[in-house]
């Protein structure tokens, strides 16, 4: 049987989306240069900026190419397409920005929220941020330094969780500043995905070590988010204590004396201080680390091992962990992360992704 044939209103849609996505790569072309980087017909080309640009999508710059022959106009994105709001929860605050189709950065709000914030004082910050950008945007994608709902994108309240916000609702709070989806997902995930690109491998675990422990599992470039969205919770997996008693995760830490007063939040100052003047609590501190990360490594067998947060990243704590797992029966090489502020850069990068999207799903 002879497959049919694209109709007409299909291929014009699949040329104006290359036209749409060659400008939101390169901000402004001729319809020549647009042509050559599609390998489209410079006549079809042709033929799609009309289209787009009647629409409200593309506008004549007004600018013009020089040199010999005959001048070229030079099309972009129009203006008014919308923007897509990101925002990051933790308890240094929640972070708010706005970023357009090409990437840009179009907008910024910070509202303070302290350690000890709980859900009507994190949905507040959360409000006073995105009430002080031009808005209501398309979309939005969030972070949060809680664990997240899978199915509702509510923050969950597990038991000693360092930073508590309760079951705060981010789609209700920022509904009256987006007229579109909210996807809310856990920083450290996020944080994942940022490495993602930077280690250069799809099956690995991100180990995330500062004022709270998370894990994330990449397999075959994707989060693992499990059933509830709860995978990677790793405060009360079991592992060598200081005395070499089986202790929760989080134990560890509190039974170091490197917990905050009241809070179950890691002291990292002081840690740091300990695991630079005394290579006892660092030999501690790894031999927990790598129990964790053993089971991590037999459940997942992973490629690679990164380590992230204040702590994480530390030198001396790196080598240290690495020499545990080392001694144990699957070694697998380990990294520090690299990208500044990773979980904002993912979910920026996410919001954009989806921006677009909506853009290209204009035309179609």
Same mark, same amino acid.
């Given at each position: 049987?002879?497959?049919?044939?694209?109709?007409?209103?299909?291929?014009?849609?699949?040329?104006?989306?290359?036209?749409?996505?060659?400008?939101?790569?390169?901000?402004?072309? *001729?319809?020549?240069?647009?042509?050559?980087?599609?390998? =489209?017909?410079?006549?079809?080309? $042709?033929?799609?900026?009309?289209?787009?640009?009647?629409?409200? +999508?593309?506008?004549? *710059?007004?600018?013009?190419?020089? /040199?010999?022959?005959? $001048?070229?106009?030079?099309?972009?994105?129009?203006?008014?397409?919308?923007?897509?709001?990101?925002?990051?929860? $933790?308890?240094?605050?929640?972070?708010? %920005?706005?970023?357009?189709?090409?990437?840009?950065?179009?907008?910024?709000?910070?509202?303070?929220?302290?350690?000890?914030?709980? %859900?009507?004082?994190?949905?507040?910050?959360?409000? %006073?941020?995105?009430?002080?950008?031009?808005?209501?945007?398309?979309?939005?994608?969030?972070?949060?330094?809680?664990?997240?709902?899978?199915?509702?994108?509510?923050?969950?309240?597990?038991?000693?969780?360092?930073?508590?916000?309760?079951?705060?609702?981010?789609?209700?709070?920022?509904?009256?500043?987006?007229?579109?989806?909210?996807?809310?997902?856990?920083?450290?995930?996020?944080?994942?995905?940022?490495?993602?690109?930077?280690?250069?491998?799809?099956?690995?675990?991100?180990?995330?070590?500062?004022?709270?422990? /998370?894990?994330?599992?990449?397999?075959?470039?994707?989060?693992?988010?499990?059933?509830?969205?709860?995978?990677?919770?790793?405060?009360?997996?079991?592992?060598?204590?200081?005395?070499?008693?089986?202790?929760?995760?989080?134990?560890?830490?509190?039974?170091?004396?490197?917990?905050?007063?009241?809070?179950?939040?890691?002291?990292?100052?002081?840690?740091?201080?300990? =695991?630079? $003047?005394?290579?006892?609590?660092?030999?501690?501190?790894?031999?927990? #680390?790598?129990?964790?990360?053993?089971?991590?490594?037999? +459940?997942?067998?992973?490629?690679? =091992?990164?380590?992230?947060?204040?702590?994480?990243?530390?030198?001396?704590?790196?080598?240290?962990?690495?020499?545990?797992?080392?001694?144990?029966?699957?070694?697998?090489? #380990?990294?520090?992360? *690299?990208?500044?502020?990773?979980?904002?850069?993912?979910?920026?990068?996410?919001?954009?992704? %989806?921006?677009?999207?909506?853009?290209?799903?204009?035309?179609?």
């Amino acid at each position: 049987m002879t497959p049919a044939k694209p109709s007409l209103e299909m291929l014009r849609a699949l040329t104006d989306e290359n036209v749409l996505r060659a400008l939101m790569a390169d901000r402004r072309l *001729t319809r020549a240069e647009i042509a050559a980087r599609t390998g =489209i017909s410079k006549p079809t080309i $042709s033929d799609a900026v009309q289209r787009l640009a009647a629409s409200g +999508l593309l506008v004549d *710059t007004g600018e013009r190419t020089t /040199g010999r022959g005959r $001048s070229g106009s030079y099309y972009a994105l129009a203006p008014g397409l919308g923007t897509a709001l990101v925002a990051s929860i $933790s308890p240094r605050g929640v972070t708010a %920005e706005t970023v357009d189709a090409l990437g840009d950065t179009v907008g910024r709000a910070h509202a303070d929220l302290g350690r000890d914030a709980g %859900e009507h004082q994190a949905a507040r910050a959360l409000a %006073e941020a995105a009430a002080r950008l031009t808005g209501p945007s398309r979309l939005a994608v969030v972070s949060a330094a809680d664990p997240v709902d899978r199915a509702t994108g509510r923050l969950v309240r597990l038991p000693d969780a360092p930073f508590l916000v309760g079951a705060l609702d981010p789609a209700a709070v920022l509904a009256p500043h987006v007229t579109g989806p909210v996807l809310v997902d856990n920083d450290v995930n996020w944080a994942a995905r940022a490495e993602h690109a930077a280690v250069g491998v799809d099956d690995f675990v991100y180990l995330h070590l500062g004022e709270g422990l /998370g894990c994330a599992v990449v397999t075959d470039g994707t989060v693992r988010r499990g059933h509830g969205g709860l995978a990677g919770e790793i405060a009360h997996v079991y592992t060598p204590g200081p005395d070499g008693t089986a202790l929760p995760f989080t134990e560890v830490f509190a039974t170091l004396g490197l917990r905050r007063p009241n809070s179950t939040a890691i002291d990292v100052p002081a840690l740091e201080a300990a =695991i630079t $003047s005394d290579t006892g609590t660092t030999d501690t501190l790894a031999r927990a #680390v790598g129990g964790v990360l053993t089971a991590a490594v037999a +459940l997942t067998d992973p490629a690679l =091992i990164v380590l992230g947060g204040e702590w994480g990243r530390l030198p001396l704590m790196r080598a240290a962990i690495e020499r545990h797992l080392a001694a144990g029966p699957r070694p697998v090489s #380990v990294v520090t992360a *690299t990208v500044d502020s990773p979980e904002l850069t993912a979910a920026r990068e996410r919001a954009v992704a %989806e921006l677009r999207e909506l853009v290209v799903g204009a035309e179609r």
